[in-house]
């Protein structure tokens, strides 16, 4: 069982940048991949982006490429997402999510995901 905490959340204003953060409890997590998805009112949860367990295998949605990096510090057990140029339509609560990783493939299905974190709040103001 793999439990999952994010932090980092807040509200900021067009433009600003925040770093969200995921703490996993379990010591191996460096054999997970991880994941980013986000859900505003109203909407699916849609995937934001993944790191594999190799740091240079990542993913990204088209809509927060160029704008949102994933990193991952498997020392601390930790994966990050900063996020900069924020807009309006980023305003959703993120997830944390991770699978153990037994192909390099990065997922981007929800369903894929076994385990989640309670999700932070990120509200962008215009």
């Known amino acids: 069982q793999v439990q999952l905490v994010e932090s980092g959340g807040g509200l900021v204003q067009t433009g600003g940048s925040l770093r969200l953060s995921c703490t996993a409890s379990?010591?191996?997590?460096?054999?997970?991949?991880m994941a980013w998805f986000r859900q505003a009112p109203g909407k699916e949860r849609e995937f934001v982006t993944a790191?594999?367990?190799?740091?240079?295998?990542?993913k990204y949605a088209d809509s927060v490429k160029g704008r949102f990096t994933i990193s991952r510090d498997n020392a601390k057990n930790t994966v990050y997402l900063q996020m900069n140029s924020l807009k309006p339509e980023d305003t959703a609560v993120y997830y944390c999510?991770?699978?153990?990783?037994?192909?390099?493939?990065?997922?981007?299905?929800?369903?894929?995901?076994?385990?989640w974190g309670q999700g932070t709040q990120v509200t962008v103001s215009s």
């Open positions: 790191i594999g367990r190799s740091a240079d295998n990542v």
């Open positions: 379990r010591a191996l997590f460096g054999t997970y991949a």
């Open positions: 999510a991770a699978r153990w990783e037994d192909v390099k493939t990065l997922f981007t299905a929800t369903t894929r995901y076994a385990y």
